[in-house]
């Protein structure tokens, strides 16, 4: 009978000890896993794009601060200090100062603050366009700082492995205009204006000596 069976072809199974393994809950271990992945890349869109629109924020207090800085007054110090109560108007009195306090973000003048372009003083470290054209680096600069990106992402890993704040410089550069007393000391207002009154008597009127008219006063027009 068993030598029928082999010229026959068939092979007689042998008894082995047959395990079944369990694969009871193999599933949910890759639900859990994809929940996981899509909410760590979900934090890290929302952190990005909030991050984002708070540094849009920054830039907007930054030009705000530029441009008042660049508006003429008496002379540079003066034009600083308009610049500084700016700032603080906008980072104590305003809801936007509000963002830079809870911890998220912060928001400081960098060290320089100003750059008047004065005697060639502007902020370093920036490339000249091509063909020698020359970039303008003078106004203000402030420091945009994030701790939304330390994040710690479970089996996903860190954001910041390397334990440093993510830092950016927010620029609000414009030229500025010329104050008074520049108008006066180098475009030579009062020798001008000492000039058209000499010219002729009728002038004499609107001098500004002792005993002269004293509702007329000589100013400089359109930034010199």
């Not at 500084?84 to 108007?89: F, G, H, I, R």
């Not at 000249?128 to 020359?134: A, F």
């Not at 950016?168 to 030229?175: E, L, S």
Request: glycine share 8%.
């Amino acid at each position: 009978m068993e030598s029928k069976l082999f010229r026959k072809g068939y092979v007689m199974p042998a008894k082995k000890n047959i395990i079944k393994l369990n694969q009871n809950g193999f599933l949910t271990i890759d639900f859990s896993f994809a929940i996981l992945f899509s909410v760590g890349i979900s934090v890290i869109f929302f952190v990005l794009a909030f991050t984002l629109s708070t540094a849009e924020i920054a830039q907007y207090i930054a030009f705000s601060i530029g441009r008042t800085y660049s508006a003429g007054h008496v002379n540079r110090e003066s034009q600083k200090e308009l610049a500084n109560l700016k700032w603080n108007q906008l980072m104590n009195q305003s809801r936007m100062g509000k963002l830079f306090k809870q911890g998220w973000f912060e928001l400081s003048k960098d060290n320089p603050f100003i750059r008047s372009g004065h005697q060639g003083e502007i902020f370093t470290g920036y490339t000249s366009q091509p063909e020698g054209l020359r970039l303008i680096t003078t106004g203000v600069r402030l420091v945009f700082k994030t701790n939304l990106f330390d994040l710690k992402l479970g089996n996903l890993g860190s954001t910041n492995p390397t334990g440093e704040t993510f830092t950016a410089k927010v620029t609000g550069f414009m030229m500025r205009n010329p104050n008074q007393e520049e108008c006066q000391n180098f475009m030579e207002v009062q020798k001008r204006h000492r000039a058209i009154i000499e010219l002729d008597k009728r002038y004499q009127n609107y001098d500004r000596s002792p005993g002269s008219n004293e509702k007329y006063a000589p100013m400089e027009d359109n930034g010199c």
